[in-house]
């Protein structure tokens, strides 16, 4: 059964548990998944997820290729191309690839094309290309696995949020944005908000969370319902 409030929890496996719950899912992992994809989406992308890399050892269920294949769906649909999001920082093009092949693959079996392959940088990642109406997805440890996770487990919907500041967003605006996009996407549901830290060792992610947990309330967001 749904949890009609707002709560707070950490790490994928937190992530898991708030999907079996059938809440709605916002990871939050500022420095830099979460930070990346809201600069994407000041930059005009369409669409935005995030998925494990290759290697990931968490310990929770994953489908990085079925994520590809959400997002080369959506962009075949849209008739845009995809970019990915993907690590090491500093390294190749084919290093970040190698990283996100699984993601890459459900891309390309969807129908899907990739546009560019850029590092997860925060919100300068938006200046590295033109993200405008594109489908981008965050291959990352931490961030992109709790989201992962999340759309794996069966969350109703699995959305990102920051406090970093982007391009178009400064002061609290971020964190405002992420909490008026988990209500909308709450209400659409008929369910409850989980926020995730990403990672329970990110003191920024738990208290970024928090805080955006605080706005989703005062945005109206009760465990009675939704005002």
């Not at 690590?87 to 969807?110: F, L, M, Q, W, Y």
């Not at 964190?175 to 920024?204: C, D, F, H, K």
Request: charged share 20%.
């Amino acid at each position: 059964m749904s949890n009609y409030g707002v709560s707070l929890t950490v790490n994928a496996s937190g992530a898991v548990k708030a999907a079996e719950a059938k809440n709605v899912v916002m990871v939050v992992d500022v420095i830099d998944m979460s930070t990346t994809l809201e600069a994407a989406l000041d930059a005009g992308a369409l669409k935005v997820f995030g998925a494990s890399p290759d290697a990931s050892k968490a310990p929770v269920t994953l489908a990085p290729e079925g994520i590809g294949e959400m997002a080369g769906r959506a962009a075949k649909e849209a008739g845009t191309a995809v970019i990915i999001i993907s690590e090491p920082r500093v390294g190749t093009d084919e290093e970040r690839r190698a990283r996100a092949s699984k993601t890459i693959k459900g891309v390309i079996a969807a129908g899907g094309v990739i546009d560019a392959v850029y590092p997860n940088i925060g919100a300068e990642t938006a200046k590295l290309g033109d993200f405008s109406e594109k489908v981008v997805v965050a291959v990352t440890d931490t961030g992109g696995v709790a989201y992962d996770a999340a759309v794996t487990a069966g969350a109703p919907a699995v959305i990102t949020g920051t406090i970093a500041r982007t391009i178009k967003k400064r002061g609290s605006a971020p964190a405002r944005a992420a909490a008026i996009r988990a209500i909308s996407a709450a209400r659409q549901a008929g369910t409850g908000i989980s926020v995730v830290a990403a990672s329970a060792n990110s003191l920024e992610d738990i208290l970024a969370a928090e805080y955006i947990m605080r706005l989703i309330i005062e945005e109206g967001f009760t465990a009675l319902g939704r005002k």
